[in-house]
């Protein structure tokens, strides 16, 4: 095991370059699963894997999930990327799962470089969508089932794939898949490795033991038949933009505090150990500043945030849709519009509960302004929450893998982010799941000039090997 | 007069069909002034009327006024179109002002059909972008000059043209070249026609004697860097989306109450004559609930709401720029967010007291606030009202022509649009100035499905000849 870890280590240091530019072809595919046009090139991107896992010889499929309406089509929702390499009933069976999707991203937002064109800045951030959410960790482990291969290493786990493309978008159609799979090709699954998150520092690595969960609602409130002429109409006409401004503006506090009543009643109570493993954190408030340039934290300390992040629900308000959203000052009265925001939810919150006094508070907000305008609110998502523990066995595995790479022992965290699929693969598959994170917090997922840091790429490839030894001696 | 008016009558309605073909062919050129990737078609237009005017015999010039500051792109301003036809010293000097370029318009916003393509409806409506505003006009203007051509009809009058390309984008560049030419191309001009308004019922011609002028606002809200994952962040940084609904709430009420202290303090009072003049209206309740497809007015009766779109001041939101404005569900926290609203604003109210006032009163519900966000509220533009009198001679002079046309005297109403220009020519030009309109209030300016109704174009055609004739006998 030594011997083969140091050949693979070897390896990855010696060719960084190749490495990096295996990332770089995957980037180059703009595979957004939330924009129609661009699904074509969510399907190339399945192929691209594909055709990779077939060369390693690998056993790879694509299954289809079906179709989904999309901006008012009907289309089809990009494959399911299945691949299983060794088939060993004496080796442990991994299953690794990654997105192959990514947000939607254009220069003009404030992009550095095309974002959709991997740039290795002097820094050494690889700058390009998807980078670390989540092309970085897919091609990582496809870069490593090919370095065992060349280096002629027996892998000592049978080593399966699960990848995605609609992850961005709520993940349609994996459920369904995975349910079908759990006793055919996912059959016999001892440990999930769900690949898609990022440490809380940028010095010290992070396993993540718990996720919010995302719950996304639309108040849509409607008027006019049409748009109207602000000059023609102004004064005579209730605008539902007014009475959505009022309704966004009752939802939560500057400070943060969810103006819902009876929002905070499920959440699990702070024990003294948990309290206890937020105060051990490497992460410092200037860290946490510096991501986001300049003090725009709600806590006074780090500790404070950490919880915030992790253990307490939050609500954002995410914009608007229908009204005017251009450069320029158009006078329109948007005759319809549509207010976005979400609330994240933690252990031990019940969805059903969330919808209902949410919906309920946002229809007693809208009854005081005694509008004439029409209320719906439209609950488009629901996501649940994730929580695990730090003693499981894939955790103290990966704590000792850890170890050998990053020469420290992994902080473990709550983490802020919803990976809705977790659920899935730990009830549907009866494994224990495990957060493996390669970026850090700071790569900017889901915002202008995503990065990924080239050590964390590189190192994360590495430790991707350790990991498999420390699971197949578990 | 008598005999030359019938012959031109029986044109226009002989040659009904060809007359909207011209106007089809004007709302073919998609001149989007707001879009910078239209503004080649804006020059099209500019050069298609400036063809058709030469054709004619009369003399057209096109006049650069200069540059602009157009998204990150210094870019050309299109031409204004100048022109005279006829140079009689016996005749009184009549200037006409349309605008031809058009608010921006995709199918996708929910027209029925091709917003630059004309489509003349079983019901009537001529429907396409600038149908209405502004291209009607123009083109209706255009065709009674042919008229005269080709009926061999002298014209009583020397009439001149000044059209511009950026009505829609706060008429840059048109005041230095009216000023300009002042004591060039427009010296002596008796009369000015800004032909780009509509009747206040769809039974009964209206002419404007007022107009609101628009002080159009954004309020800038900055906090993080760089747009933030909500998952991540969430909770633990104060979100600048949250401010700027606050702020956009405190503006104005459901019922349209304008919260800003003061603003109301420099508002011209009612008198007993004026609001005579609104007890006269033909327009019901009824037509303004069929023209919002509901009751979604703010008044009781019909007064009220013609006192409050034209006597009035009024706000209205108009959109969030920089926040997420799509279908779907994206989890961003937006960085930097933009509201924008505008204020119409009636005599006396000074401009720069209500910038004054409305920048204070934002400053001060956001000192409230006590957010680390950063705040800026711009001024965007402020147009001036206009205000004339019912028994200017030009205004006796329409009463009879459209007496004769519509078989009905018209109503003078103060409108609720804004038409910055008035002031320029009123100002400029020393020249007494008529608003006449040829659509309806019910046209959708701005909207999906803009469209004139043929009654509408046809009759307003007949009406500019009368009206030519009326004011060659003052």
């Not at 401004?245 to 939802?251: C, E, G, P, R, V």
Request: aromatic residues 8%; hydrophobic residues 35%.
């Amino acid at each position: 095991m030594e011997e083969n870890l140091s050949k693979f280590f070897n390896y990855v240091n010696d060719n960084s370059q190749y490495l990096v530019s295996q990332l770089r072809e995957a980037v180059a595919i703009p595979s957004v699963s939330a924009d129609i046009t661009k699904r074509p090139e969510v399907f190339r991107m399945a192929e691209w894997i594909k055709s990779r896992l077939t060369k390693l010889g690998a056993d790879a499929k694509l299954v289809d999930p079906g179709t989904q309406e999309l901006q008012g089509q009907t289309v089809q929702l990009p494959p399911i990327v299945l691949s299983r390499y060794g088939n060993d009933p004496q080796k442990k069976n991994v299953l690794v799962y990654c997105h192959y999707d990514v947000q939607p991203a254009v220069k003009s937002d404030g992009w550095e470089t095309d974002p959709f064109d991997l740039v290795e800045k002097e820094d050494g951030r690889l700058v390009g969508r998807g980078a670390s959410d989540d092309k970085g960790h897919l091609i990582g482990w496809l870069l490593t089932l090919e370095a065992f291969c060349k280096l002629g290493i027996e892998l000592p786990i049978n080593l399966l794939f699960c990848f995605e493309g609609m992850e961005e978008s709520g993940s349609v159609g994996l459920g369904k898949v995975v349910a079908d799979e759990a006793n055919k090709w996912l059959k016999g699954v001892d440990y999930t490795i769900i690949s898609d998150s990022s440490w809380n520092t940028k010095s010290k690595p992070t396993i993540g033991y718990g996720l919010r969960g995302n719950n996304y609602f639309s108040i849509d409130v409607s008027g006019p038949v049409a748009d109207l002429h602000s000059g023609v109409f102004g004064g005579v006409v209730q605008e539902p933009m007014v009475v959505l401004s009022k309704l966004l503006a009752s939802l939560v506090g500057v400070d943060g505090k969810i103006n819902i009543p009876g929002i905070y009643d499920q959440v699990m109570e702070l024990t003294e150990e948990e309290e206890k493993t937020y105060h051990k954190t490497s992460l410092t408030r200037e860290d946490l500043e510096n991501s986001l340039g300049g003090d725009y934290l709600m806590q006074k300390d780090v500790v404070q945030s950490l919880m915030h992040r992790g253990r307490y629900p939050s609500l954002t308000i995410h914009g608007v849709e229908g009204a005017f959203y251009d450069s320029g000052s158009k006078t329109v009265i948007p005759a319809s519009v549509k207010g976005k925001f979400s609330i994240r939810s933690v252990p031990y919150m019940d969805p059903a509960t969330i919808k209902k006094i949410t919906v309920e508070y946002i229809e007693k907000e809208f009854r005081k302004l005694n509008s004439k305008c029409k209320l719906e609110v439209v609950t488009m998502r629901q996501g649940m929450w994730w929580y695990s523990s730090p003693n499981l066995r894939i955790n103290v595995a990966v704590t000792k893998s850890m170890k050998r790479v990053y020469g420290t022992e992994p902080e473990y965290v709550r983490g802020g982010g919803s990976v809705p699929i977790t659920m899935i693969f730990e009830e549907q598959l009866k494994s224990d799941v495990l957060l493996l994170p390669m970026g850090t917090y700071a790569d900017g997922a889901h915002s202008t000039n995503e990065k990924l840091d080239k050590y964390n790429f590189i190192e994360g490839i590495k430790h991707f090997s350790a990991l498999i030894h420390e699971l197949s001696v578990l």
